[in-house]
C-alpha cells in the first residue's frame, strides 16, 4: 500500500512542477511531507524506517552539494552585479569585424558565463546588451535572444557549478570540480559539452549570417569593481582542489563554498552597503530549498523500489545491447525533458544508471553523462522546456517581438539535435 502512495504522491508533483510557474518549492515540500506522513500512517510499509525525518535528513539530502549551490550563488551574484560580465561581452562584440560574429559572440559568452552563474541570470545580464546590438545593426532581436538562451542552458551541463542536474549527478557519483573535465583518466563531460557547442554553434551562425553590417559601439556603464573577479577565481581553484582532501565529495567543498560566499558577502556588505542588502533581498534561496525536496523525492522513489522498476523495464527493452541503453537513456531525456523539469527527472534516473551498469553492461558513469546531456540539452527544443526559454520569450514579448512556439523551435530544435548528437557520439567514442 505504501509503495504506491509513494508513487501516486510522486506522480502527483512532478505533475505540479511540470505546470506550476510558481510556488515550485513549496509545492514539492507538500509532495515530501505527504510522503512522510505516509510513512507514519504506514509503518509496516517502511520497516526500514527511510521515510522518518531522522533518515530524511541524513541519507536523502545531499548537504554538501547544497552547500557548494548556496555559495556558488552568492558569489556569481556579487560577480554580475559589479558590471564586470556586460563590459566583458561589450567589448567581446567590439573587436568583432561585423554584426554576426558580434551576435554569435554574445551567445558564445553566454554559455562561458552560464558555466559558473545560474542560467536564468546569464539570460537577464546579456540580453541587454545582445537588444542593443541589434537595435543598432538592424539585426532581428529573436535569434539571438533565443540563442543565448539556448547556449547557457548547453553549457549549464559543463561544470559541476553550472546548473542543478550537473549538482545533482556530482552528489550521487561523489564527483569533484575536475571530474568534469578529466574523469578516471578521460575526457568528461565538459568536453562533450563543448563538442555539442561547437556543432550547435554552427547551426546559430546560419542564423546570423546574413547579418553582415558593420558592428558598431555599445554603451554599457564601467563596473563597480573587479573584486568579485578575484572570488571567482578562488572558488574555481577551491573547488578544484577540493577533491584532493576530500575525495569522496562528502563535505569539504560545500562548507569551504559557504564560507568563502560568506566572506564575499561580508566584503560586498563593507564596501557597498546598499547593494549588499539588495543582493541579500534577491537571493534565491527558494532554489536550494527546491533542490533538498528533489533529493527526498528521488531518494523515496529509489527506497520503495520504483527507481529499480524502471531500470528492470529499460533492461527488457535492450537486453544486454549497451550501445541501445545508452542511446535510449540520451534520447528519451531530450523527448521528456522538452516539456518537463529536468531537475526532478535527473533525480529519479540517476540511480537507474547503475542498475544498468548492473544489467546492462558498461559504465554507470556514460549512462549518466547521456542523461545529464539530454536532459539539459532537450530543454531547449521550446519555448517552455526551461526556464530561461521562458525569460527571453517574455523579454521579447515586452519589447514588441512575440515568439511562436514554432518560431522558438525552429532554433532550438536544430541547435539541439546537432549539439546533442555531437556531445552523445563524443560520450560513447571515449567511454562506450
Same mark, same amino acid.
Given at each position: 500500500?505504501?509503495?504506491?502512495?509513494?508513487?501516486?504522491? /510522486?506522480?502527483?508533483?512532478?505533475? /505540479?512542477?511540470?505546470?506550476?510557474?510558481?510556488?515550485?518549492?513549496?509545492?514539492?515540500?507538500?509532495?515530501?511531507?505527504?510522503?512522510? =506522513?505516509?510513512?507514519?500512517?504506514?509503518?509496516?510499509?517502511?520497516? !526500514?524506517?527511510?521515510?522518518?525525518?531522522?533518515?530524511?535528513?541524513?541519507?536523502?539530502?545531499?548537504?554538501?552539494? @547544497?552547500?557548494?549551490?548556496?555559495?556558488?550563488?552568492?558569489?556569481?551574484? @556579487?560577480?554580475?552585479?559589479?558590471? =564586470?560580465?556586460?563590459?566583458?561581452?561589450?567589448?567581446?562584440?567590439?573587436?568583432?569585424?561585423?554584426?554576426?560574429?558580434?551576435?554569435?559572440?554574445?551567445?558564445?559568452?553566454?554559455?562561458? =558565463?552560464?558555466?559558473?552563474?545560474?542560467?536564468?541570470?546569464?539570460?537577464?545580464?546579456?540580453?541587454?546588451?545582445?537588444?542593443?546590438?541589434?537595435?543598432?545593426?538592424?539585426?532581428?532581436?529573436?535569434?539571438?535572444?533565443?540563442?543565448?538562451?539556448?547556449?547557457?542552458?548547453?553549457?549549464?551541463?559543463?561544470?559541476?557549478?553550472?546548473?542543478?542536474?550537473?549538482?545533482?549527478?556530482?552528489?550521487?557519483?561523489?564527483?569533484?570540480?575536475?571530474?568534469?573535465?578529466? *574523469?578516471?583518466?578521460?575526457?568528461?563531460?565538459?568536453?562533450?559539452?563543448?563538442?555539442?557547442?561547437?556543432? !550547435?554553434?554552427?547551426?546559430?551562425? !546560419?542564423?546570423?549570417?546574413?547579418?553582415?553590417?558593420?558592428?558598431?559601439?555599445?554603451?554599457?556603464?564601467?563596473?563597480k569593481t573587479w573584486v568579485p573577479v578575484g572570488f571567482i577565481v578562488v572558488m574555481i581553484a577551491f573547488l578544484a582542489t577540493s577533491s584532493t582532501f576530500d575525495p569522496g565529495f562528502s563535505w569539504l567543498a560545500g562548507t569551504g563554498n559557504v564560507l568563502l560566499g560568506a566572506l564575499?558577502?561580508?566584503?560586498?556588505?563593507?564596501?557597498?552597503?546598499?547593494?549588499?542588502?539588495?543582493?541579500?533581498?534577491?537571493?534565491?534561496?527558494?532554489?536550494?530549498?527546491?533542490?533538498?525536496?528533489? /533529493?527526498?523525492?528521488?531518494?523515496?522513489?529509489?527506497?520503495?523500489?520504483?527507481?529499480?522498476?524502471?531500470?528492470?523495464?529499460?533492461?527488457?527493452?535492450?537486453?544486454?545491447?549497451?550501445?541501445?541503453?545508452?542511446?535510449?537513456?540520451?534520447?528519451?531525456?531530450?523527448?521528456?525533458?522538452?516539456?518537463?523539469?529536468?531537475?526532478? *527527472?535527473?533525480?529519479?534516473?540517476?540511480?537507474?544508471?547503475?542498475?544498468?551498469?548492473?544489467?546492462?553492461?558498461?559504465?554507470? /558513469?556514460?549512462?549518466?553523462?547521456?542523461?545529464?546531456?539530454?536532459?539539459? @540539452?532537450?530543454?531547449?527544443?521550446?519555448?517552455?522546456?526551461?526556464?530561461?526559454?521562458?525569460?527571453?520569450?517574455?523579454?521579447?514579448?515586452?519589447?514588441?517581438?512575440?515568439?511562436?512556439?514554432?518560431?522558438?523551435?525552429?532554433?532550438?530544435?536544430?541547435?539541439?539535435?546537432?549539439?546533442?548528437?555531437?556531445?552523445?557520439?563524443?560520450?560513447?567514442?571515449?567511454?562506450?
Amino acid at each position: 500500500m505504501l509503495r504506491w502512495i509513494i508513487l501516486a504522491v /510522486f506522480a502527483g508533483t512532478y505533475l /505540479f512542477l511540470c505546470v506550476s510557474k510558481r510556488y515550485r518549492a513549496r509545492g514539492l515540500w507538500v509532495g515530501v511531507l505527504l510522503m512522510m =506522513v505516509a510513512g507514519f500512517l504506514y509503518p509496516e510499509g517502511d520497516p !526500514g524506517g527511510a521515510l522518518r525525518p531522522g533518515a530524511v535528513l541524513t541519507q536523502a539530502i545531499s548537504w554538501n552539494v @547544497l552547500g557548494v549551490l548556496a555559495g556558488a550563488m552568492l558569489i556569481a551574484d @556579487l560577480f554580475l552585479d559589479s558590471g =564586470v560580465p556586460v563590459l566583458l561581452a561589450d567589448r567581446l562584440a567590439e573587436h568583432c569585424r561585423s554584426t554576426h560574429w558580434a551576435l554569435l559572440g554574445v551567445c558564445a559568452f553566454a554559455g562561458f =558565463v552560464s558555466a559558473f552563474v545560474d542560467n536564468v541570470t546569464t539570460v537577464l545580464l546579456m540580453a541587454p546588451v545582445a537588444l542593443a546590438i541589434a537595435k543598432r545593426t538592424g539585426a532581428h532581436p529573436i535569434p539571438v535572444l533565443v540563442g543565448i538562451a539556448i547556449c547557457a542552458n548547453l553549457q549549464g551541463a559543463a561544470t559541476l557549478i553550472g546548473d542543478p542536474p550537473s549538482m545533482l549527478m556530482a552528489g550521487y557519483f561523489h564527483l569533484g570540480f575536475n571530474d568534469f573535465f578529466i *574523469y578516471q583518466g578521460r575526457p568528461s563531460i565538459f568536453f562533450a559539452i563543448q563538442t555539442g557547442a561547437i556543432f !550547435g554553434m554552427a547551426v546559430l551562425y !546560419g542564423f546570423f549570417r546574413a547579418d553582415r553590417s558593420p558592428m558598431v559601439h555599445v554603451e554599457v556603464p564601467p563596473p563597480k569593481t573587479w573584486v568579485p573577479v578575484g572570488f571567482i577565481v578562488v572558488m574555481i581553484a577551491f573547488l578544484a582542489t577540493s577533491s584532493t582532501f576530500d575525495p569522496g565529495f562528502s563535505w569539504l567543498a560545500g562548507t569551504g563554498n559557504v564560507l568563502l560566499g560568506a566572506l564575499a558577502l561580508a566584503w560586498y556588505g563593507w564596501r557597498f552597503p546598499g547593494a549588499a542588502t539588495a543582493l541579500l533581498r534577491r537571493y534565491n534561496a527558494g532554489t536550494i530549498f527546491f533542490l533538498a525536496g528533489i /533529493f527526498v523525492l528521488a531518494y523515496a522513489m529509489d527506497r520503495f523500489g520504483w527507481v529499480q522498476a524502471i531500470a528492470d523495464g529499460i533492461t527488457g527493452t535492450v537486453g544486454s545491447n549497451r550501445f541501445l541503453a545508452y542511446t535510449l537513456i540520451v534520447w528519451v531525456s531530450v523527448l521528456v525533458s522538452a516539456f518537463v523539469d529536468n531537475i526532478a *527527472y535527473v533525480a529519479l534516473m540517476l540511480p537507474v544508471t547503475r542498475m544498468l551498469e548492473a544489467s546492462v553492461g558498461g559504465s554507470a /558513469f556514460l549512462y549518466a553523462s547521456g542523461l545529464l546531456i539530454g536532459a539539459c @540539452l532537450g530543454g531547449n527544443i521550446t519555448p517552455i522546456g526551461a526556464s530561461c526559454n521562458v525569460v527571453v520569450c517574455g523579454i521579447l514579448q515586452r519589447e514588441g517581438y512575440p515568439v511562436s512556439f514554432w518560431q522558438f523551435a525552429r532554433i532550438g530544435l536544430p541547435f539541439t539535435l546537432a549539439a546533442t548528437l555531437a556531445g552523445y557520439l563524443f560520450m560513447w567514442l571515449v567511454w562506450g
